[in-house]
Structures are given as C-alpha cells and as structure tokens.
C-alpha cells in the first residue's frame, strides 16, 4: 500500500515552454501533497505544500507564479512549471501525506535546452 | 532553525559487514523517519520511529528513535550489494505542519 506515482518520470523541453508534472496517491487519499526539487548530491528541497481544495504554500524563495500547484482531488496534485528556464532543469519528486508519514513518488527528471 | 545533522557523510564497506549512521538535532522531534533512495528514483521509506526510546526493526534495518528525542540511528545489518544507495533521516516538522525536515543523506557503496 501507500504508492504514490508521477507523469511524465523524465521530460525535455525548450526554453520559454510550460511543463505539468502529475502526482498521484494510487491506494489512498491525500489532504496533502509536498513538492520537492533535488539537485545532484543533494537532499530534497520543499518547493511548496498542496492541500487539496485550497491554494498552495510556497516556501520562501519559491515563485509561485513560476510553479504552479494544482490539488483537484484527493489524490492528484500538479505542479506546471511556466516559461521554464534551462536553470529549472532539475529532479521533481512528489509526496503524499498518510498519517504522520509521506510517501514519495518516483521522481520527474526535469531538462530545458 | 531545524536541522538534523546525518552522519557520516559517505560510507564505503564490503559485503557481510554491518553499517551504522546516525542523525542528531538540537531541538526535539516527536517522529523520526529513515528513507531510502536509489538513483534517478524517489525516498522509500524504510522505518517510522514515533516513541522515544523506541527500536523498531525492519528486516535487516534496525533503527531507534532516542530517548532524548533529539537524535536517532539506522544500523543495517550483513550488508548486500542492493543495499547501495543514499540514506536520509527525517524528522516531522515543528509546529504542527507534515512538513518533513531532512537530513543530508549518507551515501552507502558496498563493495562486493
């Protein structure tokens, strides 16, 4: 139980295009969602907290109209990131809250030429 | 603010050993997460520690959550090669929110 999926799992585009990133909670339902992004040997970064129904919370230093968070249901979020930069090239990688636990999933590999 | 503080860094050993890393904070948590993730895929969660003072095994991986609760260890038993990945502690932010706090992650090679 407690799988959480993400689409596409590796994407290229060209600069100045928009990109969506789905997360899905595939065996539960999630009132939250977390967004992270991950530079090589590095630990995860939170981006933004997704609460189903309601508007995102970005951390500081995240442009929210850069990436934007979308929580339909209870079990999909969408992060789009808008007019991407080859510097937005990273690895995104979704959670799910369960309880006191999150489950990720399995990561966006993220490439703007 | 919170940080954990994971160490060591890197660890390299051979098959059949056992591996300790721990993870250490100044300020107290009530829930310690261990995850585990492998290359170009997302954190596995490995172990979820919710009791001070709490050893809780899974498998080969055996981590307790301190009694102080400011600090908490993941040892992993006759290593094999999967074992090979990185390893991050995390703890449930403060305040109420699910927001997790990281560590930085211990990097395992096992050498076969």
């Known amino acids: 139980g407690a799988v959480v999926s993400q689409h596409p799992s590796w994407v290229i585009c060209k600069s100045g295009t928009s990109v969506k990133i789905e997360c899905r909670s595939l065996?539960?339902?999630?009132?939250?969602m977390f967004w992270y992004r991950q530079f090589p040997k590095q630990s995860l970064m939170l981006m933004a907290t997704?609460?189903?129904?309601?508007?995102?919370?970005?951390e500081q230093g995240v442009e929210k109209d850069k990436f934007l968070i979308n929580h339909a249901s209870l079990t999909l979020s969408t992060l789009t990131v808008t007019s991407a930069h080859p510097e937005d090239s990273s690895f995104y990688i979704c959670?799910?809250?369960?309880?006191?636990?999150?489950?990720f999933g399995p990561g966006t590999r993220l490439t703007v030429t | 603010g919170q940080q954990l503080n994971q160490s060591p860094q890197s660890m390299f050993i051979q098959e059949g050993e056992d591996v300790s890393m721990n993870c250490t904070s100044s300020s107290i948590f009530n829930t310690w997460l261990w995850y585990k993730q492998d290359p170009g895929e997302g954190p596995v969660l490995l172990i979820a520690l919710y009791k001070a003072g709490e050893l809780t095994s899974n498998g080969r991986l055996t981590a307790q959550f301190g009694i102080t609760r400011k600090d908490s260890f993941l040892n992993i038993s006759a290593s094999i090669p999967s074992d090979v990945g990185i390893y991050f502690c995390?703890?449930?932010?403060?305040?109420?929110?699910?927001?997790?706090?990281f560590g930085k992650g211990t990097k395992l090679t096992v050498n076969p």
């Open positions: 959670s799910a809250s369960l309880t006191y636990e999150q489950y």
């Open positions: 995390a703890c449930l932010s403060q305040g109420g929110s699910e927001k997790l706090v």
């Open positions: 997704s609460n189903e129904g309601s508007k995102a919370t970005y």
């Open positions: 065996d539960f339902q999630a009132t939250t």
